[in-house]
């Protein structure tokens, strides 16, 4: 078994993922399959496990729940087999890249759980910063409860059953347990009454809506990103707000939309830069633009004499784009990527190490060879892999190396969803900008500035949250929240990692 430090030290440079969510509302449609495909779309949000649970019945005057979820990705934990033994007409589906609990079977989602008004299925995209809290006025609440995880979502869930358990029905409950959480949380919630999409007072997580067929024919979808929308010919209507539920019924054409809390909207930027699909659409346009965007402002802010820009695929390539358009310099495909390679857990040989990042990343010796050569990457989290890469480029025949990045530099970690590690361990709390060239073996460096960062977006510079750059965190919390990660995972799990 890797220790834990080996497993850090393999991680790549980028934050990362997030967890995905999506929910289907349709009489008379395969919910499963649809969700399938949605959850297909959003696979770039996590990789370790995918789940769907759907609703049938009434079978005794109850409808029924059929969960299927295990460790993998989406077209692995699912085929045509299993979809059809999820018949129903409400689905609610899950992505996981884990941020509370350890990669592992029991903490894989959808949550279901029975209440006195019937059962329930939950997915979460997001991350508390309260959790061990909660799960201790859980347990002194609850002394029967039994938890069955080592994730925040699950807390969230048992937050809903006791609130049903307690009297209240199903939308004063959602309401009591998100007054319960502080941190940052995505929620589609399945029940006998129908679809419910809740967002965190900030919203820091993103969250749509949309539907199929005709407006009146009530067949609504919930997605982490417009792009499960797009999968399924889903035509998006809007957001969920910050600090917004909405109460999605079968034969409702409008759903029931009203805050449960109110708070500035601090939308992660992350997002923007590089969490979503460039085709997902945020303010009005897709990211593809906006990402062009730093680049054009990278480019005025970090000019350099060049010969080509390349950019790291895929996440860098419209911000290479946009910096070869302002700045004049040609773009070409300097790095050529596997887009086969997912997650692998067959260690490679020591030569294989050497080699670098050849695995999933591979230059092009007739592109850059003799070149002064730009590289365009989106961010530098640990400087594991851009140290890899730049060597790389060298060793294909570059004469220069000048590395741009079309975000800040990363300086604090994040605790709303994101993995990024202690501060020790972010290479820009560490080192200064020289020393940061050096490591990596560049002949510049340089960061977009944030200024530059959030003009891109024009949209409003307030609404975003930017806490991985300055440390201005939108909700307050404890220092035992650092390293959360694994904090309600039983001692000795980091070891055995």
């Known amino acids: 078994m890797s220790t834990l430090s080996e497993v850090v030290a393999e991680r790549p440079d980028k934050p990362e993922e997030a967890c995905g969510v999506f929910a289907v509302l349709a009489a008379d449609q395969p919910v499963a399959n649809l969700t399938y495909f949605g959850l297909y779309a959003l696979q770039h949000r996590g990789q370790e496990s995918a789940g769907i649970a759907v609703f049938d019945g009434p079978q005794d005057g109850r409808l029924q729940v059929r969960l299927h979820k295990d460790m993998g990705l989406v077209s692995q934990v699912f085929d045509q087999e299993v979809l059809e033994r999820l018949p129903g007409h409400l689905a609610i589906g899950h992505n996981r890249y884990s941020t509370t609990g350890s990669s592992k079977a029991c903490n894989a989602q959808p949550v279901v759980l029975n209440t006195r008004l019937g059962a329930f299925a939950f997915a979460h995209n997001g991350n508390l910063v309260n959790a061990a809290e909660l799960r201790q006025a859980i347990a002194a609440d609850t002394p029967e409860v039994e938890f069955t995880s080592t994730t925040d979502s699950e807390l969230i869930a048992f937050a809903i059953q006791r609130a049903v358990n307690g009297g209240l029905d199903w939308d004063a409950a959602i309401r009591v347990a998100a007054e319960r959480c502080r941190g940052a949380f995505s929620l589609v919630i399945g029940t006998p009454e129908g679809l419910f999409a809740l967002r965190d007072g900030h919203g820091i997580r993103p969250l749509v809506f949309g539907h199929m067929g005709e407006p009146d024919q009530a067949q609504w979808v919930v997605s982490s990103e417009t792009c499960g929308l797009d999968i399924i010919g889903a035509v998006y209507d809007g957001d969920v707000q910050p600090g917004e539920i909405i109460h999605f019924r079968l034969g409702d054409a409008t759903p029931s939309r009203s805050p449960w809390t109110s708070e500035p909207a601090k939308l992660c930027v992350f997002e923007m830069i590089y969490f979503a699909r460039p085709d997902s659409r945020f303010f009005g346009e897709s990211l593809y633009s906006y990402r062009v965007r730093i680049g054009e402002a990278l480019a005025r802010e970090t000019?350099?004499?060049?010969?080509?820009?390349?950019?790291?695929?895929?996440?860098?390539?419209?911000?290479?784009?946009?910096?070869?358009?302002?700045?004049?310099?040609?773009?070409?495909?300097?790095?050529?990527?596997?887009?086969?390679?997912?997650?692998?857990?067959?260690?490679?040989?020591?030569?294989?190490?050497?080699?670098?990042?050849?695995?999933?990343?591979?230059?092009?010796?007739?592109?850059?060879?003799?070149?002064?050569?730009?590289?365009?990457?989106?961010?530098?989290?640990?400087?594991?892999?851009?140290?890899?890469?730049?060597?790389?480029?060298?060793?294909?025949?570059?004469?220069?190396?000048?590395?741009?990045?079309?975000?800040?530099?990363?300086?604090?970690?994040?605790?709303?969803?994101?993995?990024?590690?202690?501060?020790?361990?972010?290479?820009?709390?560490?080192?200064?900008?020289?020393?940061?060239?050096?490591?990596?073996?560049?002949?510049?460096?340089?960061?977009?500035?944030?200024?530059?960062?959030?003009?891109?977006?024009?949209?409003?510079?307030?609404?975003?949250?930017?806490?991985?750059?300055?440390?201005?965190?939108?909700?307050?919390?404890?220092?035992?929240?650092?390293?959360?990660?694994?904090?309600?995972?039983?001692?000795?799990?980091?070891?055995?990692?």
Request: hydrophobic share 40%; with cysteine; net charge negative.
């Open 303 to 497: 000019p350099v004499e060049a010969d080509i820009v390349i950019g790291v695929p895929d996440s860098g390539i419209p911000a290479a784009i946009g910096y070869s358009q302002l700045s004049g310099i040609p773009f070409g495909d300097g790095l050529i990527k596997n887009r086969y390679v997912g997650r692998t857990f067959i260690q490679p040989t020591q030569a294989m190490r050497e080699a670098g990042i050849r695995v999933k990343l591979n230059p092009l010796p007739d592109v850059l060879a003799g070149k002064r050569v730009v590289v365009i990457d989106d961010s530098i989290v640990r400087g594991t892999t851009s140290r890899k890469l730049v060597a790389a480029i060298r060793d294909a025949g570059a004469t220069e190396v000048h590395m741009r990045i079309s975000s800040p530099p990363v300086t604090h970690p994040c605790f709303y969803g994101i993995d990024t590690d202690t501060q020790d361990q972010l290479i820009a709390a560490r080192l200064t900008l020289a020393e940061i060239a050096a490591h990596l073996g560049v002949d510049s460096l340089a960061y977009l500035s944030k200024e530059g960062m959030v003009e891109a977006a024009q949209a409003n510079s307030g609404h975003f949250c930017t806490a991985c750059f300055d440390g201005a965190y939108p909700i307050a919390m404890d220092e035992s929240v650092s390293g959360s990660k694994l904090m309600l995972e039983p001692k000795g799990i980091a070891a055995t990692l």
